[in-house]
């Protein structure tokens, strides 16, 4: 991947200046070629990774696995925007291997996504079956450790 | 019991690192965020990790030959070979050794006659002297100049050499400067050493980590083969500094002498890290290129960084340090680094701490991630304001 765009994986916060520095550029060669990640797709945007648990004691991820029987003529694709469209759906992909779609779910309980499973997901029309996985702990997320920052074990000066 | 009397009159009179007195002082306080470190940040990549685990679930924990697995030596033959140009016997040419610095301490001990002199350029890594001076040598320092980027100049060597100019060491990459030496300045230097009996002790350690060019080994200039100590290892190339695992390489006469005391002393460096570093050699370069093209993004974030502050630093083309000068405070080296510490709280390590020459310039070494390279900015650029009231 190009550095620029693993800088800016890493820390989204850095200036067109710092980066410029750091990868030996203009500030306008590297304001011009996010403005090119974005208008291709490439950037979707700049984000904040969040530690859910820190500030909300009662936060629950389950990854639900949906068979689905594909429609003629569209596949996978009505049935994978038609899950796409709820609010508490965070990811949506289509698998290969043994089921269809991963769709990834945020809610306050267990209750809540086994319901929104029930009531919502397995209901639909071509939803062949589902199987519902909650998160128990996470330990890294796009790249950064989650549980337990990982010490500097190195002595101060050396 | 009176020790004092049972110590040696040499070893009391070794002056304790300036490094080590920093350090006592940092590691006492809380939230110090540091920018002092002289290794790697990266983890051992892993399928060196993994292998030496493999080793040691199949028991292969024994002693390895004294000068090292002949295995080990034919990877550290080809890497010299392939990297530097240099060519070496590996049955008889190259010694393994717990650490790089090991090798200079064998090197030093092989070469010295009481009151023979040995050059060391500085600033420079604190090792050379206790050692000569325990080898019962007299170091001499070369003060090397900012304007040249810390580089030995052929001046300064002719100047220093005596009737008893024994050795030189030869610290590049630098550590502290981050200076190198390209090959047109090795010629210099190779040019005053060709007529004379003195031998290199070239301390290549970081030569995997530059920027912009690849390392020049002196012993692969015309003529200096015959009288290098070339001394490298795994610490800063391979993020391996905890396994203890370095090398020389050199003529046969001064290898097997070398190799002599390390049998004696140290009968043969880790027989896992031994295994481990073979893997290194085989397998890694990529790592060591991915290694590398952060640490210069580091390295010009940091030098531009400071260099705005208006502390001038020039730009180091190798090891993983920057050199800025703290004149314009008006402050020692000892003065801004205590101060810096005690008010933000950040810790970099005072430039004389490698040598009178480093008076008035700071260690700032960039092997952190940038989020912490820019926090530790941040509160520099404070200090710097604040001072400037």
Redesign the interface.
């Known amino acids: 991947m190009d550095?620029l765009l693993s800088?800016l994986e890493?820390?989204s916060r850095?200036t067109n200046a710092?980066l410029a520095?750091?990868?030996?550029t203009t500030e306008d060669a590297v304001a011009k070629q996010i403005q090119e990640y974005e208008q291709a797709g490439i950037i979707k945007g700049f984000t904040a990774i969040i530690d859910r648990e820190k500030i909300d004691k009662e936060y629950v991820v389950a990854i639900i696995e949906l068979s689905v029987t594909p429609k003629q003529n569209y596949g996978f694709e009505e049935i994978a925007k038609t899950v796409a469209e709820y609010e508490e759906v965070e990811s949506v992909y289509l698998m290969s291997g043994t089921y269809d779609l991963a769709v990834i779910v945020n809610g306050k309980t267990f209750k809540d996504i086994a319901l929104f499973v029930a009531k919502r997901l397995s209901t639909l029309e071509s939803v062949v079956s589902t199987a519902t996985h909650f998160l128990l702990s996470k330990y890294k997320e796009k790249g950064f450790i989650i549980a337990g920052d990982e010490e500097?074990e190195?002595?101060?000066?050396? | 019991m009176d020790y004092n009397k049972v110590l040696s009159d040499k070893v009391k009179s070794i002056k304790p690192s300036g490094i080590r007195k920093f350090f006592d002082i940092a590691s006492e306080m809380d939230n110090v965020i540091s920018l002092g470190v002289g290794e790697p940040d990266f983890k051992t990549p892993y399928s060196i990790r993994q292998e030496a685990i493999e080793t040691l679930s199949k028991g292969r924990t024994k002693y390895s030959a004294n000068a090292g697995l002949l295995e080990l030596r034919e990877e550290i033959a080809r890497f010299l070979d392939r990297k530097y140009n240099i060519k070496y016997d590996a049955k008889k040419g190259i010694l393994v050794t717990v650490g790089g610095s090991e090798a200079i301490d064998l090197a030093i001990r092989a070469l010295v006659n009481i009151g023979d002199e040995v050059l060391i350029p500085e600033p420079s890594f604190v090792c050379y002297t206790p050692m000569v001076e325990l080898a019962h040598g007299v170091p001499v320092p070369i003060r090397t100049k900012e304007e040249n980027h810390f580089r030995l100049t052929k001046q300064e060597l002719l100047e220093s050499i005596t009737d008893k100019t024994k050795a030189i060491i030869l610290p590049y990459p630098n550590n502290p400067t981050g200076g190198i030496m390209k090959k047109e300045h090795l010629e210099e230097i190779a040019e005053v050493l060709r007529e004379k009996d003195i031998i290199v002790i070239s301390d290549e350690i970081y030569s995997e980590l530059t920027y912009g060019q690849k390392h020049v080994s002196i012993a692969s200039i015309d003529g200096m083969w015959e009288r290098t100590i070339v001394i490298n290892g795994f610490s800063k190339a391979y993020s391996m500094t905890g396994w203890r695992l370095g090398f020389c390489a050199g003529p046969i006469e001064l290898i097997s002498q070398m190799t002599k005391i390390h049998q004696f002393a140290i009968m043969c460096a880790p027989t896992t890290s031994q295994y481990a570093a073979v893997e290194a050699l085989r397998n890694c370069d990529e790592s060591i290129n991915a290694m590398v093209a952060e640490y210069d993004v580091r390295r010009r974030l940091v030098v531009d960084s400071f260099n705005k502050l208006g502390l001038h630093c020039f730009e180091p083309e190798g090891a993983f340090y920057v050199f800025p000068s703290i004149k314009s405070t008006g402050m020692t080296s000892e003065e801004f680094c205590e101060k810096l510490l005690y008010s933000q709280r950040v810790a970099v390590v005072p430039g004389n701490a490698f040598g009178d020459s480093g008076e008035g310039f700071i260690r700032v070494s960039y092997s952190y991630s940038v989020k912490h390279l820019l926090e530790a900015l941040r509160r520099i650029e404070i200090f710097i304001k604040e001072n400037e009231k």
């Open positions: 550095k800088l890493e820390n850095l710092q520095t750091m990868l030996n500097d190195r002595r101060v000066i050396s």
